[in-house]
């Protein structure tokens, strides 16, 4: 082959093989997780069951008895966890924000002129397999659905998380650290 054309060549194909050697850790430091795993979150000092789901933006953790209330001039939140043999412990903690979450559109009263739910925002620390990272959780009633604790695409993209669908429940027991203490009523 004539080194003219190799020349021209090289700089076209070549570039596509170097790009091919660098992705050919296609994840990096990410780490590849099941639709569903466990999780364990040490304020609460909870292990549950959790769907990971990039097409919500933000977590959900289930709770019920959700009640705001100024501590010190702050705004904190009191509530109850909400799913079958949940702890019936009173958790208060301080609340980072209120986040507004858009309703199906078979949620919405049409006399009601909101399309949204305005949902207190509380900051946890996620533990998944051997991982762990502060993300923030909304709280709402998801009693009605299977998995108590919805880890959403901010946390997802926080702790690096890659979701599979096709597996679950693969990244083993979260590794666990000491559990704060809940208050009581």
Do not use: C
Not at 56 to 70: E, G, H, P, V
Not at 118 to 140: C, F, K
Not at 165 to 171: G, H, K, L, N, Q
């Amino acid at each position: 082959m004539p080194q003219s054309f190799l020349r021209i060549l090289f700089p076209l194909f070549g570039g596509l093989f170097m790009i091919s050697l660098a992705s050919a850790e296609p994840y990096g430091d990410k780490q590849i997780f099941g639709l569903h795993e466990q999780v364990y979150l040490p304020e609460l000092g909870v292990s549950l069951a959790a769907k990971l789901d990039t097409g919500a933006t933000t977590s959900s953790l289930s709770a019920r008895n959700i009640k705001r209330f100024k501590r010190d001039g702050e705004s904190w939140v009191r509530f109850q966890l909400a799913w079958d043999k949940a702890p019936e412990q009173v958790y208060e903690l301080p609340l980072t924000r209120i986040s507004r979450i858009k309703r199906r559109a078979d949620d919405v009263d049409p006399e009601e002129e909101k399309t949204y739910s305005a949902r207190p925002v509380i900051s946890l620390t996620l533990h998944i397999g051997e991982r762990q990272q502060p993300i923030e959780v909304n709280l709402t009633d998801r009693s009605a659905f299977k998995y108590p604790f919805l880890l959403g695409a901010h946390g997802l993209k926080a702790l690096g998380a890659v979701v599979d669908p096709a597996i679950s429940m693969t990244a083993g027991k979260p590794g666990l650290s000491p559990t704060a203490t809940p208050l009581s009523e």
